[in-house]
Structure formats: structure tokens, C-alpha cells
């Protein structure tokens, strides 16, 4: 059978429901309610049906977790070593989602929903600083603090560990992230969302965007805080299209890259695939509707590059995308220059920083994990992890959590813990190694010599590679 029937008596009876909750909302409230109230049950009609065919579509395919139902553990896919094997033994949640409560694990489209769409959290306030880079461009880095610190930023003293949060690459600061940050405070991280030009009220100071895979303001947004939390280490993690971003920057940097390790919620991997099989037509409608309103606010600035009007005509993202970066005359005047130059995949031989990817089967928006995540790749690389679940949808995750808050978050923290718990036991036994056979005396002296060690920086930086830094503006 291709599919289980929904029995007619149960459909007859669902129908006969809502006819009668519409009627009792048309005696009680006037008629415009009524239309609001349909739309919203359209609205959950499409999600509840966007999430059953794709659920539908990975039973008919075989592809799933170990186990059956909710409770399926996840695969962790990866190159066999001593990291994964620590990971595996030190990370509880990576024994899979706990769901509580009502099936959210049955509705993907609906977990995407809340993630993406749903009002950001109120228990976690941001103080911003705009950061001025080498061409004159401006990013912003919001930094997450408590309820009683809202306008005080972090100590440059500290040590407490940076989380850096990269976005989506069309600068929606989800429900997801902010759920995220309000975790880390309370785990003794200093969360910082870096904003890309124009992104979330950024202003824009140069005519010139982002592209999808180009590291170098990231980069320089890394060296700004390694520079003012140098006691510190630095970790990130990325949502969905912003993936793209932070693998472009680990692929670049290789064994220079500043971070400890780095995480990955329902990532996009295979972008240029994505924009042009289009994902479905739901959100991305949604998806296109919200950039073209952050791109109007900058029609004059942009209009001096950029074809504005055909940017606002794009009827797809790919129809978007190539709008605002496959310029006549440029580098990357044509689709495939310029996901050559872009494709966040292009150096991730290069990549030398530990990184997890947390991913679902059911995700709505990557689409089906066979054509759209490349599991060879974490079979061959030693640095990169892929948790794979059976359910959660697109950043989603919800109500899974041991503590309540969302799986995903709890998994990638532990990760973090887990690797650098790893790295400091490998640096002892080595240590000890490397002692074997010396003078009591030149035992106590490396012995000290270590502890001194842990609280020097652990990135460096000549003042004179940051000399634009210090005209960087704060609100």
C-alpha cells in the first residue's frame, strides 16, 4: 500500500466539526472573523499537509532512524575516532529527542512554523554595536544579556566562553536563535548575533550585499571579538541557509580559524540544488515575500548596483538571488560563476574545526535527505558530524528537549562541552607523554609552565590589523 486511508467516518465527522464551530463564531462574532478565523484553518490545513506527504514520502523510501515511532534514536554519521567515540559516550541527547505532550513530532510544517514565524522570546534582551569593516560597510553584533543587564554588555575580561549565532542568510532572527541565546546565557556562554549589511536593521552604508558563501566580513566580525574577549573561546553555530556562511569561513580559514568548534541547525548544503528545485511553494513564498520587504527599505542605496525593479519582480528565490549578484560585468556575472565562487562546500577539504550537523528526515524546507544531504562527506571527513533524526522539521525540534527547550539547542551545547572536555584530556595525556623521562625539577617546571598557559589568550592580534575597529559606533 503506498499509503494508510484516513477513514471516511473520521473525515465526515472532522467536516461536520468545524461547520458547526463556524456557525456558533457567526452567531457570536461578525463576519470578518469568521474569514479570519478559515484563513488560520487553511493556513494549518497546508502545514498539516505539507507535513504528512513528506512524512509519507521517507516511509515509502525506507529512509528513517533505528527504531520506530517518536522515540527513534538519531544516526550520528561520521569518520570512526576517539572524538566520535568520546561524543557518543558524553553527550546524553545525542540519544534522540524526548516529545512530550501532543504529536509535534507528526507536524514538521507546523515545528518550521513556531521555529521561524512564532514571536521571539522576551526572556533574553540584545545591546547592539555596529562594526565598521575595511570597505566602509557596516555589520551589526547584537549581544544577548539577561533581564536585569539589558543595557550592559560583557566584560572584555571575562572568560566565560563567546557563542557567535549566524542567521539565515535572508536575516531573520528567529524564534529559533533567540531561544538559543537565552539557553547559553544560562549555560555561562556570551551569545552575539552577527547581522549581516542590512540584515535586521543594519544600516547600509556602501551599495554593496553579502553574498551567500562570501566569508570576509565574518571574518573580520571573528578577529573583532577575538580581540575584545581574548581570555575567551569562541564557538558558532548557524541556522539553516546561514550554514553556508560559517562553512565558507571554516573552509577558508582551515587550521587559522579562531573557533573551538561549530554547529549546524537543519543546515543548507547543497544551496545551488536548493534554489533551483525550489522548495516548497509555501514558504517559499514566505521566504520571498520577506526579503523583497527588507530589500525595498534600501531601493535608492541599492538602486545605484543593482536593478532594483527587477529584483522586486522576482517571482523565486533563484529569480532573486541571481538579481542581486549575477551582475553584466562582474566576476560572477553568470549562475554558475558565481555559486563557483559561493558554493559553501567549494574548501571543506580545508575544514580543521569540529563540526555537528543537526538535521531531520522530515525537514520541509531542505526537502528529501537523499538528494539534499551529502552523507558521503561525513564518512570522509574527520572533523564533521551529522545527527540525523527522524522528526523535527526545519529548526525545529520543540518540546524534545530534556529541559524544555528545543533538542537541537541542548545537543549542539553539549557537543561543545563534550570536544573541548576531549581536547584538554588529549593535551594532559600528551603532556604526561612528553614528560616521561624528564628531571623532577623539569616536571614541575611544564607542570607550571601549563597552568599558566590556560589563561593566556587564546587568539592573538596585532592592533594594527584591527586599526578600523576602533572607529566602530555602538547604540
Not at 239 to 268: D, K, M, N, R, V
Not at 382 to 399: A, D, N, R, S, V
Request: charged content about 15%; glycine content about 8%.
Amino acid at each position: 500500500m503506498s499509503g494508510t486511508p484516513v477513514p471516511k467516518p473520521k473525515c465526515i465527522a472532522a467536516f461536520l466539526g468545524i461547520a458547526v464551530l463556524f456557525a456558533i463564531a457567526r452567531l457570536l462574532w461578525s463576519w470578518t472573523v469568521v474569514i479570519v478565523l478559515l484563513l488560520l484553518f487553511v493556513i494549518l490545513f497546508l502545514l498539516l499537509l505539507a507535513g504528512g506527504l513528506s512524512l509519507m514520502a521517507l516511509t515509502q523510501t525506507g529512509v528513517r532512524a533505528p527504531g520506530q515511532g517518536p522515540s527513534a534514536e538519531p544516526m550520528l554519521r561520521c569518520t570512526p575516532s576517539a572524538l566520535a567515540s568520546y561524543l557518543l559516550v558524553h553527550c546524553p541527547s545525542f540519544g534522540g529527542p524526548r516529545w512530550r505532550g501532543w504529536p509535534w513530532w507528526a507536524l514538521p510544517s507546523l515545528q518550521t512554523a513556531v521555529s521561524l514565524l512564532g514571536p521571539t522570546s522576551s526572556r533574553v534582551h540584545f545591546v547592539r554595536e555596529h562594526l565598521q569593516l575595511r570597505d566602509e560597510g557596516l555589520v551589526a553584533l547584537d549581544w544577548a544579556v539577561g533581564l536585569g543587564a539589558r543595557r550592559r554588555r560583557s566584560s572584555s575580561n571575562s572568560s566565560a566562553p563567546v557563542l557567535l549565532c549566524i542567521p539565515n542568510s535572508f536575516g531573520k532572527v528567529t524564534r529559533n536563535f533567540t531561544e538559543l541565546c537565552q539557553l547559553a546565557l544560562t549555560h555561562g556562554y556570551h551569545p552575539v548575533i552577527f547581522n549581516r549589511r542590512c540584515h535586521n536593521d543594519c544600516p547600509l552604508s556602501t551599495a554593496k550585499l553579502q553574498p551567500y558563501g562570501d566569508p570576509c566580513d565574518l571574518r573580520e566580525a571573528v578577529q573583532y571579538i577575538c580581540h575584545r574577549h581574548h581570555a575567551s573561546r569562541l564557538f558558532a553555530v548557524a541556522e539553516s541557509t546561514g550554514a553556508g556562511l560559517l562553512f565558507s569561513y571554516l573552509g577558508e580559514c582551515g587550521s587559522s580559524s579562531y573557533l573551538t568548534a561549530a554547529a549546524c541547525i537543519s543546515p543548507l548544503l547543497c544551496p545551488q540544488e536548493w534554489f533551483e528545485d525550489g522548495c516548497p511553494w509555501f514558504w517559499e513564498k514566505v521566504l520571498l515575500l520577506y526579503q523583497k520587504f527588507t530589500l525595498s527599505r534600501y531601493v535608492t542605496a541599492l538602486g545605484e548596483a543593482i536593478s532594483m525593479e527587477k529584483v522586486l519582480r522576482s517571482s523565486s528565490l533563484k529569480e532573486l538571488e541571481e538579481s542581486l549578484f549575477c551582475q553584466t560585468g562582474t566576476s560572477t556575472s553568470s549562475w554558475e560563476s558565481y555559486w563557483e565562487r559561493n558554493d559553501p562546500l567549494r574548501d571543506v577539504d580545508e575544514v580543521a574545526t569540529p563540526v555537528l550537523c543537526i538535521c531531520s528526515q522530515d525537514d520541509p524546507i531542505r526537502g528529501h535527505p537523499v538528494s539534499t544531504l551529502p552523507v558521503g562527506l561525513f564518512e570522509t571527513n574527520p572533523h564533521l558530524f551529522l545527527l540525523l533524526t527522524q522528526h523535527g522539521g526545519h529548526c525545529g525540534f520543540w518540546g524534545a528537549g530534556q529541559t524544555g527547550a528545543p533538542w537541537s539547542h541542548e545537543a549542539l551545547l553539549e557537543f561543545f562541552k563534550s570536544t573541548v572536555d576531549f581536547f584538554v584530556m588529549e593535551e594532559k595525556h600528551k603532556g604526561l607523554a612528553d614528560r616521561k623521562g624528564a628531571d623532577p625539577g623539569a616536571s614541575h617546571k611544564a607542570a607550571a609552565g601549563t597552568g599558566v598557559c590556560r589563561q593566556e589568550p587564546i587568539c592573538t592580534h596585532s592592533i594594527h590589523q584591527i586599526y578600523k575597529w576602533q572607529r566602530s559606533y555602538t547604540r
